[in-house]
């Protein structure tokens, strides 16, 4: 079964300040791998979709890689602001699978 | 266009009682999800819709039932809830099951 880690569980950041998160996957047989934010007591925001086949994908001041083969994704935030802080999620759908995979989320802070 | 709707935002139960938890979807996709969120475990697939009149079961299945009424709705049915079943439950959907989910706002349920 895909298991899918993100560490740390929280960071707290000063505002302005570039930071990265970490995701990681135990099968690299992904069709693709999905970022997303979640504000306390709300839904999931879909942030940014790589596809197995591609490197990586930047929106604005957010930019995700992906390495299959060794089973990492990272979620690069530039300049952050206090509207950043929330908790992001990371989630992987496995080859011959019907459904995303989810980690339990890193919760950001940043502070102003 | 709403996205992915759900009703209703939150319901308490008492053991044994039954309810239905609504899902619509207005961007025309073919794959429909349900999820629930627990703390320390992210979010698990429940039940998944590949198409109008097809439903699989998810990681999670036991004690839920599931109607694709149509394309755009996707109802999930707790025939006896169980306190183990209090949760955030979340529906989604996508083009297909490769390709990007969007997420509606969530039901906070709490069974007592």
């Known amino acids: 079964k895909q298991e899918v880690t993100q560490i740390p569980a929280a960071l707290s950041v000063p505002e302005g300040e570039n930071l990265v998160l970490n995701c990681s996957f135990t099968d690299s047989a992904i069709y693709n791998l999905q970022w997303f934010r979640q504000d306390p007591g709300k839904g999931l925001t879909s942030l940014l979709l790589i596809q197995s086949s591609q490197r990586e994908q930047t929106s604005g001041r957010l930019n995700a890689s992906l390495d299959k083969s060794s089973g990492r994704s990272t979620l690069y935030i530039a300049a952050s602001q206090p509207g950043d802080s929330a908790t992001y999620l990371c989630a992987v759908i496995a080859a011959g699978a019907n459904n995303l995979f989810f980690g339990t989320g890193t919760r950001l802070t940043v502070i102003p | 266009n709403a996205g992915v709707t759900q009703t209703p935002k939150f319901q308490v139960l008492k053991t044994g009682q039954s309810m239905t938890l609504q899902c619509a979807q207005d961007m025309n996709h073919n794959s429909m999800y349900w999820y629930r969120q627990d703390p320390g475990m992210g979010l698990r697939l429940i039940y998944y819709s590949a198409s109008e009149g097809t439903t699989d079961k998810g990681e999670v299945p036991n004690g839920y039932n599931v109607s694709r009424l149509n394309k755009r709705e996707f109802s999930l049915r707790l025939e006896s809830a169980a306190p183990s079943q209090t949760s955030v439950y979340f529906c989604?959907?996508?083009?297909?099951?490769?390709?990007?989910?969007?997420f509606g706002p969530g039901t906070r349920l709490t069974v007592t």
């Open positions: 989604a959907s996508s083009e297909r099951r490769s390709r990007e989910q969007y």
